[in-house]
């Protein structure tokens, strides 16, 4: 028998009674396809958790990081994030500048702007100061180990720079939740490494960090891994030595 809470089964993950992430039934079924990307998922990830994402390609990896950043609906199924329901709410534009922070395989760095205006970009949003909003980008930048590339332009930086800034900038509103979509897919080892430490300071932090990745020598720097194939989760398990 699954033990229930007064809201429902306990899922995988939601071990502490709070949940960062909860989906309960997801399935994702896009109109052009004849499977679904997701097949009733059921999952919990706990606030303050590293959780690597693994699983062939179609496996449904990148579909669900984006129904948990709010950035598609489910077909059917319920997701809870930081206690909101998605479902519930009519705009999901505020809820993600505040809530989540996003990490993708290629940075999206807007090219004609400087590292540190790249930062500042989503904090234009929450009405900060000029002033304020580049004194956080300074913060962020110094933070990666970046102070010295503020003023360059993506085309000046190497990839691994890159994927720096797009760090900082995922963090530009202070969000709880940091989603990275094979963020080291591009990158050489070196490279690769300083993102994973980077990500594993942010859950040392508190921070709630899911990372969709391929590479199984990344998923270990993660304290849990979840392995999807054909839209199902098939493995869940806990890194004690991380």
Do not use: W
């Not at 989603?179 to 990500?199: C, R």
């Amino acid at each position: 028998m699954v033990p229930t809470m007064p809201d429902g089964p306990l899922l995988l993950g939601d071990v502490h009674g709070y949940s960062m992430i909860r989906l309960q039934g997801v399935t994702k079924i896009y109109p052009n396809r004849q499977v679904a990307a997701l097949r009733g998922v059921d999952l919990a990830i706990d606030k303050g958790e590293f959780v690597a994402v693994v699983g062939p390609s179609g496996s449904g990896k990148s579909t669900l990081m984006h129904i948990m950043g709010a950035l598609d609906r489910p077909t059917e199924g319920e997701v809870c994030v930081n206690g909101q329901r998605l479902g519930d709410l009519a705009r999901l534009d505020g809820f993600r500048l505040r809530t989540v922070g996003f990490v993708f395989q290629s940075h999206h760095l807007i090219p004609m702007l400087t590292a540190a205006e790249n930062v500042e970009v989503p904090m234009v949003a929450l009405g900060l100061s000029r002033r304020a909003r580049r004194t956080r980008a300074l913060e962020l930048l110094a933070r990666v180990g970046l102070t010295d590339r503020a003023e360059h332009l993506p085309s000046q930086l190497s990839g691994g720079e890159s994927q720096r800034v797009a760090v900082a900038r995922a963090l530009a509103c202070n969000p709880p939740l940091i989603l990275a979509d094979e963020p080291t897919g591009e990158l050489d080892s070196e490279s690769a490494q300083v993102i994973v430490e980077l990500l594993g300071e942010l859950e040392r932090e508190g921070r709630t960090v899911v990372m969709v990745t391929h590479n199984h020598d990344v998923a270990a720097a993660a304290r849990r891994v979840v392995v999807l194939r054909d839209g199902r989760i098939i493995g869940d398990r806990r890194c004690l030595d991380t």
